[in-house]
């Protein structure tokens, strides 16, 4: 446990684990979370400024919520976050369906998980004049 100043309002607190921020402030971060979240249920086109200037959120917290998967949107709906991997557009989470599993795979690769066995390649038959002789 350490002691730490929370970045919202600067009190000092101890800080075991999480965000950085002191109760207080986390407890309204999460009433603004549910306040974003019920609004979006009503309104699910809203596009990202204006939700954030409707529930006075910044986007960097919006997005921050879906990465965390916290936050959700649905797929017609015009707000989207930047897969970090290949900044394709994406709904939640860090990263897009392509790079979850390309990374996947990678990981599976180097495990050894999945990879098909390697097969020997056919012995050649040596030529008769490469054979042993003796000589009587």
């Known amino acids: 446990m350490e002691l730490i100043s929370c970045v919202k309002c ?12 002191c109760q207080q402030c986390n407890k309204a971060l ?5 306040e974003v979240k019920q609004y ?15 529930c006075e959120v910044s986007p960097k917290q919006i997005q921050r919520w879906v990465r965390e998967d916290r936050l959700v949107f ?16 994406i709904k939640s989470g860090r990263y897009c369906e392509s790079c979850k599993n390309g990374m996947q795979r ?6 050894g998980i999945n990879k098909p066995a390697k097969q020997e390649a056919p012995k050649k ?12």
């Open 106 to 111: 990678g990981l599976e690769e180097a495990a």
């Open 30 to 34: 999460e009433e603004k979370f549910m």
């Open 125 to 136: 038959k040596a030529p008769e004049s490469d054979k042993m002789r003796f000589l009587g």
């Open 10 to 21: 600067g009190k000092l607190f101890n800080h075991v684990s999480g965000p950085r921020v």
């Open 74 to 89: 649905s797929a017609d709906s015009p707000i989207g976050i930047p897969c970090e991997r290949c900044g394709t557009p």
């Open 40 to 54: 979006v249920r009503e309104h699910p086109n809203i596009d990202m400024r204006t939700l954030s200037k409707e």
